[in-house]
């Protein structure tokens, strides 16, 4: 029986592993890096151990450093979330030869599963069907290879996963430059580069199956998830029981997983993934053997909880009835909520990752939240931008979308730019609710209208009632005539005026108290509307015939007003502009705080607007900065190594014919 489990891993996976843990009455030990000192997983834990230094590979991925600090606080096993070093067969191996138990399958299982290709020749041994692929090294004659698969490719890192180290080429000329690119990535997220081709099916569905399997010789399967809606190959939408999978092909997928499950003596929670192809045939791609982000879905359906299962299963339990004659019950969404900004960008929709202080952290609603975040977090630059994992349980399919969009819509997300509109967008998207969903829905439908609703009309509202709470805070703050107006005159004045960016646009709003009501412009647009309560943080706005009440947090010169028509986060521009805060026309600004990986151009070489010209690296991504025209580069003031943070000038364009 375990008795102190060390969770070697951190942010929600932590949290949710102590949970369980916990309930089953296991004490529990934190290792966390210096940038995670005060992060909630941590405080949860019974005890924690320090790992110097904040990147993965100073910390998270360094496995004699979590052995020792489970030797250090008498942990007698190590349970590794996903990520980090869940899938390290010597990690694996390390913790037995340390008397560890290691909460998931045996090094023999990672092992046979740790390179793709090999994981792919075993499968097909088994009689699981697989696509065509092959290694690529450095003697390899790429287009040969690709040739031979046919085009398009998918270019993959041969270890690791979550979308990293991943392209799709279409063409020779594209390959090179993909292949150096992925081996980069996968060589940064996975400690390894290898990388190989394979055959790239266009717009298929993701469907996995879980498996279980326990020391006894036992593997089942616990039914299917879809992750078909994916952004840069990562999943943001996964739903449990797939809408494509009838009971006769559920039957076959969970064979193939089973069967696969048996040809690597697989135990503990893993998962199989296919693709389906749109005539109902499928393949295997992988299998992760470790817990899946997505697995409170399949817990949801079928009521197990699957890390109470991997502890059963490590402490050598046989699988209970509870498993084996788990049954499907209604229908289940998760969603990814990630600190990132969806914007069109010049080949496409970027998704770009977002730090900063999470000021306020609230999803409420009937659904469940797994998230390793709350209000004060700090989300840096070193790790994942996932903040949360929200999940709905229904009935039916559309009950489980309508109850989480509502829960997302309504959530306080205070701080730091999410994804959380893209994602409402898409859950209340008729496509996505007939159904049809693929890899290519993020093609077919524009992320960025996706995610704007009906932000044109409510977030003039939205502007109003910010500046109506700043008017209502400067009075209660006020030591005289705090109950008069603001801007209070005894015969007409001028308006009261507040500007404010709301995303890359500008927001002008005018206000004045009349005798006969509230008078307020915004952008120059009269706005119809009546001002029936207002406090420094709830404003009560009456707009044609409909009254709305808006939350309203200020914070560090932010105003985010959060209101039945949606939520929005408005910087208050300062009155007086410091003229050093501009930067010269043509520059190139970082998105985002990372390390410059590559520098692709010198001084006095021509450019071209689109042109490749600075290469970052945050959250384990590569980020191309492009040139903002045509012109000469003038200045690089970065080189590769540098850290950067947001809005840092990397480097400038000058115009070719007057040196600005």
């Known amino acids: 029986m375990i008795q102190k489990l060390l969770v070697a891993n951190r942010g929600e996976i932590a949290v949710r592993v102590m949970r369980t843990a916990h309930r089953l009455g296991i004490a529990t030990v934190a290792v966390y890096s210096d940038a995670d000192a005060d992060a909630p997983f941590v405080r949860l834990a019974d005890e924690a151990v320090r790992l110097p230094g904040v990147t993965p590979s100073e910390t998270y991925l360094r496995g004699d450093a979590v052995i020792a600090a489970a030797q250090a606080t008498g942990a007698d096993a190590v349970h590794p979330g996903y990520g980090f070093l869940s899938e390290n067969e010597g990690f694996a191996r390390d913790c037995a030869t340390a008397g560890l138990t290691f909460v998931g399958p045996s090094p023999e299982a990672i092992a046979s599963m740790g390179s793709k290709l090999e994981a792919k020749s075993l499968m097909s041994s088994a009689g699981v069907p697989v696509l065509p692929g092959a290694t690529v090294t450095e003697d390899s004659d790429l287009s040969t290879i690709a040739d031979e698969i046919g085009f398009p490719v998918l270019v993959k890192a041969a270890f690791g996963g979550g979308g990293r180290g991943m392209r799709v080429v279409r063409s020779a000329a594209d390959l090179r430059d993909a292949v150096e690119g992925a081996r980069r990535e996968a060589e940064s997220a996975f400690g390894d580069g290898t990388v190989f081709l394979e055959r790239f099916v266009v717009d298929p569905r993701h469907v996995e199956v879980q498996i279980l399997g326990d020391t006894h010789g036992t593997v089942v399967h616990l039914f299917e998830r879809e992750c078909s809606i994916q952004r840069r190959y990562q999943k943001i939408v996964e739903e449990a029981p797939s809408p494509a999978v009838t009971e006769s092909l559920r039957a076959e997928l969970g064979a193939a997983a089973v069967a696969a499950g048996k040809a690597i003596g697989y135990t503990g929670a893993g998962t199989v993934e296919f693709v389906l192809g749109q005539d109902g045939e499928f393949f295997f791609l992988e299998v992760?053997?470790?817990?899946?982000?997505?697995?409170?879905?399949?817990?949801?359906?079928?009521?197990?909880?699957?890390?109470?299962q991997q502890i059963r299963v490590a402490e050598g339990a046989p699988l209970g009835s509870d498993v084996l004659d788990a049954r499907i019950d209604g229908h289940a969404i998760e969603v990814r909520l990630y600190a990132e900004s969806v914007t069109r960008g010049e080949n496409g929709t970027?998704?770009?990752?977002?730090?900063?202080?999470?000021?306020?952290?609230?999803?409420?609603?009937?659904?469940?939240?797994?998230?390793g975040v709350e209000d004060g977090s700090v989300v840096s630059p070193h790790y994942d931008p996932m903040l949360a994992k929200v999940i709905a349980h229904g009935r039916t399919r559309a009950e489980a979308a309508r109850t989480l969009a509502r829960a997302l819509a309504g959530a306080a997300l205070h701080g730091v730019t999410t994804n959380r509109d893209l994602l409402v967008g898409i859950l209340r998207e008729r496509e996505f609710?007939?159904?049809?969903?693929?890899?290519?829905?993020?093609?077919?439908?524009?992320?960025?209208?996706?995610?704007?609703?009906?932000?044109?009309?409510?977030?003039?509202?939205?502007?109003?009632?910010?500046?109506?709470?700043?008017?209502?805070?400067?009075?209660?703050?006020?030591?005289?005539?705090a109950g008069m107006p603001s801007g209070w005159r005894n015969v007409?004045?001028?308006s009261q005026h507040v500007a404010y960016t709301l995303r890359d646009s500008d927001v002008d709003v005018r206000y004045r108290f009349r005798r006969d009501g509230l008078d307020v412009r915004v952008n120059d647009e009269p706005?119809?509307?009546a001002l029936v309560s207002a406090t420094p943080s709830r404003v009560v706005l009456e707009t044609d015939g409909v009254r709305r009440d808006y939350a309203v947090h200020r914070r560090a010169g932010w105003s985010f007003v959060d209101g039945p028509d949606g939520s929005v986060a408005l910087a208050e521009v300062p009155r007086f502009a410091d003229?050093?805060?501009?930067?010269?026309?043509?520059?190139?600004?970082?998105?985002?705080?990372?390390?410059?990986?590559?520098?692709?151009?010198?001084?006095?070489?021509?450019?071209?607007?689109?042109?490749?010209?600075?290469?970052?690296e945050a959250m384990k991504m590569e980020h191309t900065v492009v040139a903002p025209g045509n012109g000469v580069l003038g200045e690089v003031r970065v080189a590769a190594g540098d850290q950067v943070d947001t809005g840092q000038v990397l480097a400038v364009v000058e115009d070719a014919e007057d040196g600005t």
Do not use: I
């Not at 992760?288 to 197990?304: A, I, W």
């Not at 693929?438 to 439908?445: A, E, P, S």
């Open 579 to 616: 003229p050093n805060a501009v930067a010269h026309a043509g520059s190139l600004l970082a998105p985002m705080p990372g390390t410059v990986v590559r520098v692709l151009g010198d001084p006095g070489q021509q450019v071209e607007v689109g042109q490749p010209l600075v290469v970052l």
């Open 527 to 529: 706005l119809a509307a």
């Open 492 to 494: 007409g004045g001028s």
């Open 350 to 371: 970027d998704y770009l990752p977002a730090t900063g202080t999470l000021h306020r952290f609230d999803v409420s609603g009937d659904v469940r939240v797994d998230t």
């Open 288 to 308: 992760n053997t470790r817990l899946q982000v997505e697995h409170p879905v399949t817990e949801l359906v079928t009521g197990l909880d699957l890390v109470e």
């Open 433 to 481: 609710l007939d159904g049809a969903t693929d890899t290519g829905y993020l093609v077919r439908h524009d992320p960025v209208a996706l995610g704007s609703g009906t932000l044109a009309d409510s977030g003039r509202r939205h502007a109003a009632a910010a500046a109506l709470a700043t008017q209502a805070a400067n009075r209660a703050s006020a030591r005289v005539l």
